[in-house]
């Protein structure tokens, strides 16, 4: 499906991303590659690895790995890729291709499993994106597209904190628009999502999920007209339609709601995902590459209805940390020292209620995250401070929608009919987007069905 929309001061491309299910198999390649084929706006494709390869690699890049396990991780890895690559006439030339590059990977693991580093696990994790981007060019190729494979890392240039890089939106820009965009004139470039690289050039990785936020990134550089989230569901739902058959697809929503469904869980964008597309103003569209012709959902600046409740997102395993200390009563200073442990070790808060002498936090945790979040260093340090609790097995729910913050009856409507649960904390002022709160992770599918029967259709 292509979105008309008019902007100016921008070219006719569209990025497409297509996800791991989306490349999974032959059938659901050539599926993505006639979605390209359809609509010549699509220049720039960006995949994830076949569904099941990260979790492969992960495997992989872990510490300790024996020599057997290692090798029959490879030939799973091996098994999905030939799969596909058997339907194609290049067979031969592309799996020497893919052989040579699962010998590279074979003696990356060896050497993890050697010397365990981050950057090595970070080398380790994005063969699964080189490898899906090689074989969908050449997919595009059998269908008369003229696919090409582009390495994105001499663009995608990011810090060194492997497993979870920061990305460096100006050299990312500089360097699309030199490397990637003149070959667009000619040529459907195939690239990967989830990688980049570092000043010295090594490999790093941007967060599990983050080949969303790779495709977006990759449009703000080149002022794309379009971003296409190719995924498994027709749209954005108003809630995981794993958790309810009543949730349904949302037509229109705006970048401010879908960053906020992002950010609070909802898996089916990256959580940084609209950050580059709100900066450029550029429309993204979210459809189903097993059904394209179902329609989807359009985010964009300005959309037609603003109502209260959009949505409700779930995210799950979450901690909740409280800090006491009598100290902070009528004290300066306390909420600073804290803070400064956190940042110190990376940890980027996300909910925060305080009372008199004590705080409570949870953290950003993307999911699936390659880096450790709370670590016993961590609460070492913060228990020189204070008093320190930490609870696990709490999920995050967020209602979503428009100005939740100064509509009457919202705290009853939400919580009068959840009111048979265990509420942990609630965060509710901050945005006009949301209202969240949490609970044990046991009745988290009940408390989200509940709410969308009574917030959606009733
Ligand atoms: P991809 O591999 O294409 O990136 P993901 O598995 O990361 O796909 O994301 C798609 C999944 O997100 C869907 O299958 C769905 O279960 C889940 N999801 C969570 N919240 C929502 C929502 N609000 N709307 C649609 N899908 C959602
Ligand atoms: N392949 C990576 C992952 O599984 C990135 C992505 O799919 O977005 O997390
Ligand atoms: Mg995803």
Redesign the pocket.
């Known amino acids: 499906m292509s979105v008309s929309v008019n902007k100016a001061n921008s070219n006719n491309i569209t990025v497409a991303k297509f ?2 299910t989306s490349v999974a198999d032959y059938q659901a390649m050539l599926r993505c590659a006639h979605i390209i084929k359809n609509d010549n706006s699509n220049r720039v494709v960006v995949v ?2 076949s569904a099941g ?3 492969n690699l992960v495997r992989l890049s872990q510490a300790n790995i024996a020599a057997q396990e290692r090798e029959s991780i490879i030939t799973e890895i091996a098994n999905i890729q030939f799969n596909i690559t058997k339907h194609l006439a290049c067979q031969l030339i592309l799996d020497a291709e893919i052989k040579e590059i699962l010998t590279t990977l074979s003696d990356c693991a060896k050497k993890q499993a050697e010397q365990y580093s981050l950057k090595n696990s970070d080398e380790i994790l994005s063969f ?2 080189q490898l899906s981007s090689r074989i969908f060019a050449q997919v595009l190729q059998s269908i008369d597209v003229n696919g090409h494979y582009f390495d994105i890392r001499p663009v995608m240039k990011t810090d060194s904190l492997h497993g979870k890089a920061q990305v460096n939106v100006a050299e990312i820009s500089s360097k699309a628009k030199t490397l990637l965009l003149p070959k667009l004139a000619d040529k459907v470039i195939v690239t990967q ?2 990688i980049g690289s570092d000043e010295q050039g090594n490999t790093t990785t941007l967060g ?5 936020y790779s495709a977006a990134l990759l449009a703000e550089a080149i002022q794309a007209s379009h971003l296409s989230i190719w995924t498994d569901v027709v749209g954005i739902f108003t809630t995981d339609p794993r958790i309810t058959d009543q949730a349904r697809s949302i037509n229109e929503i705006s970048f401010g709601e879908a960053a906020e469904m992002a950010t609070f869980g909802a898996k089916i964008l ?1 959580p940084a995902t609209l950050i580059p597309a709100m900066r450029q103003d550029i429309p993204v569209f979210v459809g189903s590459s097993k059904e394209p012709e179902a329609g989807g959902t359009l985010i964009q600046r300005q959309v037609n209805s603003n109502p209260t409740y959009r949505s409700i997102a779930l995210r799950r395993e979450q901690t909740l940390v409280t800090v006491k200390s009598p100290e902070m009563l009528h004290a300066s200073g306390f909420l600073a020292k804290v803070f400064t442990v956190l940042a110190k070790h990376q940890l980027s808060v996300d909910l925060i209620t305080t009372s008199e002498i004590s705080v409570a936090l949870t953290f950003d945790n993307p999911q ?1 995250s390659t880096q450790a979040l709370l670590t016993k260093a961590v609460v070492e340090e913060l228990e020189q401070l204070c008093e320190v609790s930490v609870e696990h097995g709490l999920s995050l729910i967020a209602v979503i929608g428009n100005k939740i913050h100064g509509t009457k009856g919202v705290g009853s409507s939400i919580f009068d009919k959840v009111n048979d649960f265990n509420i942990r904390m609630i965060c509710h002022g901050a945005s006009e987007h949301n209202l969240c709160f949490l609970v044990p992770e046991a009745d988290a599918n009940q408390v989200v069905e509940r709410l969308h029967a009574t917030l959606f259709t009733e």
């Open positions: 996800g791991g994830s690895a390869v990260t979790n699964g994106e999502g989830f599990r999920g983050g080949s969303d990256h699936g």
